[in-house]
């Protein structure tokens, strides 16, 4: 059964906090994503990565950063979080080729 | 600019009724188009993927559609169930010189009333 785990359903952080989500796939997918998804507003993407070490901002990526050291593992980061990054974060990855798209369980982030 | 549009937005049904819902996207010069299920507070699930080569696919009591030429997909669900009830999300995937980007529709939220 194909996998992508995010290390936390909930987090609830205070503002300025160093945030990191993890996010782990075990179909050796080459592309990572990172979205995030608000009432009103859908899934918007913030950082995608093709391949080890490679990243590629998406739509909004201000105020995050990511780091993908190796193919399995990609993770988000919020450098000094803020109230408006309050949000489910989902992950997701896509194999060689385009097949189909498998995503996390999504996590939780309260900013308070 | 891609972009992807469902309707309707939501959708009350009585259970065992047979429903379609829409997805239309702007450029046909997309590389797939992908199903999804969400639970609330939960994840996306894929229900369906189409490849742009092809008509359409069938799973169980889903079966879904795509016609390119006319930006339009739509998945049909037979014999609903209240176990169907969720937000359902299209996502067309665009091919990008390194990756891929899925750009998703706002999703049609469903309730499958007993």
């Known amino acids: 059964d194909v996998k992508v785990t995010q290390s936390s359903r909930y987090l609830v952080k205070r503002t300025g906090e160093k945030v990191f989500l993890e996010c782990v796939q075990d179909?050796?997918?080459?592309?990572m994503f990172w979205y995030r998804q608000d009432p009103g507003l859908g899934l918007r993407l913030i950082y995608f990565?093709?391949?080890?070490?490679?990243?590629e901002k998406g739509d909004i990526p201000e105020g995050y950063s990511v780091s993908r050291e190796k193919k399995e593992r990609f993770s988000l980061i919020l450098e000094s979080a803020s109230t408006n990054q309050t949000s489910m974060y989902l992950c997701?990855?896509?194999?060689?080729?385009?097949?189909?798209?498998?995503f996390g369980q999504g996590t939780r982030l309260t900013v308070v | 600019k891609q972009e992807v549009t469902q309707i309707p937005a939501a959708l009350s049904v009585p259970e065992g009724e047979n429903l379609v819902l829409n997805c239309s996207f702007t450029?046909?010069?997309?590389?797939?188009l992908q199903w999804f299920r969400q639970d609330p507070g939960k994840g996306l699930t894929s229900l369906l993927l189409?490849?742009?080569?092809?008509r359409e696919q069938t799973s169980g009591r889903l079966n879904a559609s795509l016609d390119k030429s006319s930006g339009r997909s739509t998945l049909y669900i037979a014999a609903s169930q209240p176990g169907d009830s969720a937000t359902y999300l299209c996502?067309?995937?665009?091919?990008?010189?390194?990756?891929?980007?899925?750009?998703f529709g706002s999703g049609t939220r469903l309730l499958v009333r007993p």
């Open positions: 997701a990855s896509i194999g060689r080729g385009g097949t189909e798209a498998f």
């Open positions: 450029d046909s010069a997309i590389y797939n």
């Open positions: 189409i490849q742009s080569s092809q």
């Open positions: 996502a067309v995937s665009l091919m990008m010189d390194s990756s891929y980007k899925l750009i």
């Open positions: 990565s093709y391949d080890v070490k490679m990243k």
């Open positions: 179909m050796d997918h080459e592309n």
